[in-house]
Each structure stands twice: as structure tokens, then as C-alpha cells.
């Protein structure tokens, strides 16, 4: 069955921003990556992390429920001599079932907050190698001007956020296949610290990155239509419309055409206890 993100994948490959490269230099120095082990990235879009990862590693499995995003991940694969990344059909509620070899690091993106926080853990627990970790990172950004939900709540109706996924659910249920992508708050990481506290991995350390970044107009209506609950099928032939109104208001509100957005990266790493 297709899911928002079919049709949000492409602009979810091209708009939305890469991680920092202190993300990569962490994460090869906690997990000694020399190019020999395996990795497995879960929930993994179109490759945002497997692809700048996969030359610190042998062999990266991205996993992800939306053969669009695994699409989008292999033609970037092809265009940037990845052939190391395997993009494979499935979600966290069937890694069992995938039949990796052991696994040396499990990162997952802005899905963990979408999945099963109890159970992830411990279905990890027996793929991963006795040294290896979980590594969950989390976008915090400052939310858009109001004029952009002004305008999609015009042409989607003012529930449309809660119809197509955006409304909060328990961490310990398994998500629907339409779920919330907006970016989280520090409450969000502190709930990741806590779960993570309570599995197997229990060793739980968080680094943060601030930056700023620039975003054109044009990004800023790119980045809306990389969303489950504003991805261009939601609006069918209406798109041309929303995206010049959204243009029209943007305009209002930077008068430049461009603005800057700050954004928190936070990577939280979670170990086994050292005996």
C-alpha cells in the first residue's frame, strides 16, 4: 500500500538538509569504524545517513518500508559509487525476518520516534556484535513561520496534520504507515535517553551540534513537500496552487527570499554496560 512518503520521497532526497560531518567522526570513533564492519540503518529514507556512512564501512543495510525512499536511496547509491549499501523492504517491527549477519552499529534517524521504543532494543539486542551500539539521532528545529500551516490547513483542512500522522503517539505502539516527520524538541531526545536507559544498551551518552543554515524560498515549500502530511499526492492537481500560495506568503515573511533556520543535531549512543 503506498504511504505519503511515495511521492514525498524525491523531494525528501533533494531538500531535506545533510547531517553534520561531526556526526560521521563520532560515530567512527566510538564504534572504530576502519571499513571492515557491518552497519544497519533503520528507517533509512532515501540513504541521508547510509550514504555518507557506508566508506566507514564494509557493508551498510538500509532498511525502510517505502520502496519510493529505497529508490530514490539507490539512484544516489549509482550516482555517487556507494556499492556497498544494500536497500532492503521492511520496517523495525520485522528486522527479525531480514536475516542480517551480525550487526556492528545500528543507526536510525528521525523514524525512531515512529517506532516500537521497548521492543527495538531488544529485537537489536541479539543482532548486534558484544561491542556494538545503537546510535539515534535527532533533528531539533524551530518551527516554520505560521503562515505555512496557515496555507496548507486552507487547501487540506485544519486536521490534516492529525489525519496524516502528525498527532503524537505512544512510544510502546507500533506507528501507522503515515506517521509524523516533524522535527522534534529536546523533550524528544530526553524520551530517547530514557528508553534506550532502560534496554540492554544502557550506557547512553548524547552530543549535540547547533547550526545555522540558509534556506531559500524555494527550499523552504521543497522541505514542506518532503512531509507525510503535506506530500504532493495530498493535493493532487491542486499542488501548483498550494505551492504558489505558499510562495506568496513566504514572500510576505522574507521579503529576501531567503531565511535562516537553526537546527540542534543530537546523536545519542547507547552501549552495553561495561563488565
Known amino acids: ?8 520521497a524525491p523531494y525528501y532526497a533533494r531538500y531535506r538538509p545533510p547531517y553534520p560531518a561531526e556526526l560521521y567522526a563520532l560515530l567512527a570513533d566510538r564504534f572504530a569504524l576502519d571499513g571492515s564492519q557491518t552497519v544497519l540503518d533503520l528507517g533509512a529514507g532515501p540513504g541521508t545517513i547510509s550514504l555518507p556512512l557506508a566508506p566507514l564501512a564494509e557493508h551498510v543495510y538500509a532498511v525502510d518500508p517505502e520502496p519510493a525512499m529505497l529508490a530514490e536511496g539507490c539512484r544516489l547509491a549509482e550516482e555517487q559509487g556507494r556499492r556497498n549499501i544494500s536497500w532492503l523492504r521492511g520496517d523495525a517491527a520485522g528486522i527479525g525476518r531480514l536475516c542480517l549477519p551480525r550487526i556492528d552499529l545500528c543507526v536510525i534517524g528521525g523514524a525512531f520516534h515512529r517506532m516500537d521504543r521497548v521492543r527495538v532494543p ?3 539486542e541479539a543482532m548486534l556484535a558484544p561491542r556494538g551500539g545503537i546510535a539515534v539521532v535527532t533533528s531539533v528545529a524551530a518551527a516554520w513561520p505560521a503562515v505555512v500551516d496557515e496555507v496548507r490547513a486552507r487547501f487540506l483542512g485544519p486536521d490534516h496534520d492529525t489525519a496524516h500522522g502528525a498527532a503524537t503517539r505512544p512510544a510502546t505502539s507500533e506507528p501507522a504507515a503515515e506517521p509524523s516527520d516533524e522535527p522534534a524538541d529536546m523533550e524528544e531526545v530526553r524520551d530517547v535517553e530514557d528508553h534506550l536507559a532502560k534496554s540492554a544498551f544502557s550506557r547512553v ?12 524560498v524555494d527550499q523552504v515549500i521543497g522541505l514542506q513537500f518532503s512531509r507525510a502530511c503535506s506530500s504532493p499526492a495530498l493535493f493532487g492537481e491542486r499542488k501548483g496552487a498550494f505551492e504558489s500560495e505558499l510562495r506568496h506568503g513566504l514572500l510576505d515573511h522574507y521579503p529576501s527570499g531567503t531565511c535562516t533556520r537553526t537546527v540542534t543535531v543530537a546523536v545519542t549512543v547507547a552501549t552495553r554496560p561495561r563488565r
Open 1 to 8: 500500500m503506498s504511504t505519503p512518503y511515495a511521492s514525498a
Open 122 to 124: 531488544v529485537d537489536l
Open 205 to 216: 551518552e548524547t552530543t549535540t551540534w547547533e547550526r545555522s543554515t540558509r534556506c531559500t
